[in-house]
């Protein structure tokens, strides 16, 4: 008996553990169960209002002047005489003396044809005097009707000419003195200059280039896209012209300029198929000192914003809203994707302006969700999480109790 009782005993201790561990394990507290339920992707949105804006329309081209002109020598000799100024890169006025040929010849030339002009007008006196005296003596004869030989009208006629012809040779030699001073046609910048001190031109030699410095010129590129924004100077009729902001690094800082859209060259170029319009910036080397805050160079490269038309109730979006089949996607009140066909009336680098399919306080989603469904659920800012199950989380704590 003692024998089957050490037998029983193992198999006892057995089963009596493995109800303990069943006893324990029912005791144990059970986690709180959450809901499988995946929670709503949170996605951010521009809530779409209208607004009147004005397009502009962006542009490139190089600063050069309105006016350019190669200044040339009328008149020969040595150049006896330059401006301090006579540098390239100087400044000129309108009228001021760049260089000076010597004028002696000239002043003698004009002598020369100042005693001509006194020896025909003398001449012109005297045959003028003897007409006068044969009419008189014509007349006491009382011969009839005066022949023209007879009063000396030919003579006359001849010595007038002659002082016509030496009034002429006076003025011819006042400007061929004038011109042995070489002056500035304009206000203007010296690019390059062609003659020094001492050197020797002949007529028609030149001497500089001169870049007018009252009004500089962008010639800009306009597609047929952009003219459709544009109210050129040729069709508004208003005297108006649309504005300008250029643009350019100098020095590694940006500076601006303002100008003005005055014209359009009328012709498609042939080979890029755009038409350029000419933008004016008066004074661009600030010669007034107060038109800009640095001078606008010739030949500097500038960015241009072209103002344009303007565009009522329109909608504003970043480009990344719109997905690959150009439509967006817009939250409903439930929170819910709903899909948008719009129209976009412009396109422009960061963003879209659209003029149908929105309305005011629609929810424009920006957040770019893979694999987007109309009616999928989304969250925005300040919505509350998904609700948890609470029921485990009661049951653990009764047992605890």
């Known amino acids: 008996m003692a024998f089957k009782k050490r037998a029983l005993l193992p198999p006892l201790i057995i089963i009596i553990a493995i109800l303990l561990l069943v006893a324990l394990s029912m005791l144990r507290p059970q986690p709180p169960q959450r809901s499988m339920e995946r929670p709503a992707i949170l996605v951010e949105v521009l809530e779409a209002k209208p607004e009147t804006i004005n397009f502009q329309v962006a542009g490139q081209g190089n600063v050069m002047p309105k006016h350019m002109t190669n200044i040339v020598s009328q008149v020969s000799g040595q150049v006896v005489e330059v401006s301090p100024k006579f540098v390239n890169g100087g400044f000129f006025t309108a009228g001021e003396v760049l260089i000076k040929i010597d004028p002696a010849d000239y002043q003698v030339a004009l002598q020369t044809a100042q005693a001509n002009l006194a020896q025909a007008k003398a001449a012109l006196a005297e045959e003028s005097a ?121 020095a590694g800082e940006e500076f601006n300029w303002r100008g003005s859209l005055v014209r359009s060259e009328g ?115 300040g919505d509350p999480l998904p609700a948890q199950q609470e029921a485990p989380v009661a049951e653990t704590a009764q047992v605890k109790e």
């Open 130 to 250: 003897r007409a006068k005296v044969a009419k008189e003596e014509w007349e006491s004869l009382q011969m009839g009707e005066i022949p023209a030989l007879g009063i000396r009208e030919p003579q006359v006629a001849s010595a007038v000419a002659a002082v016509q012809s030496a009034e002429a040779a006076v003025a011819k030699a006042k400007r061929d003195l004038e011109r042995t001073q070489i002056k500035a046609p304009f206000a203007g910048i010296m690019q390059n200059k062609g003659v020094d001190m001492g050197q020797f031109v002949s007529m028609n030699s030149q001497v500089a280039t001169l870049y007018g410095s009252e009004v500089a010129e962008i010639r800009v590129p306009l597609s047929d896209r952009d003219l459709a924004y544009l109210d050129l100077p040729e069709a508004n009729h208003s005297g108006a012209y649309p504005e300008v902001l250029l643009t350019s690094n100098v």
């Open 267 to 381: 012709i498609l170029d042939s080979n890029s198929r755009v038409i350029y319009g000419v933008v004016e910036v008066p004074d661009p080397y600030n010669q007034s000192g107060n038109s800009h805050a640095t001078p606008l160079r010739f030949g500097r490269f500038v960015q241009l914003k072209i103002q344009g038309l303007s565009a009522e109730q329109v909608f504003v979006i970043p480009r990344h809203a719109m997905t690959v089949n150009g439509k967006i996607w817009v939250v409903d009140d439930e929170r819910r994707l709903q899909s948008r066909t719009v129209n976009v009336l412009r396109s422009e680098e960061n963003s879209l302006i659209i003029n149908e399919g929105l309305e005011t306080g629609d929810r424009v989603m920006l957040t770019q969700v893979p694999n987007a469904l109309p009616s999928m659920k989304v969250r925005l800012a």
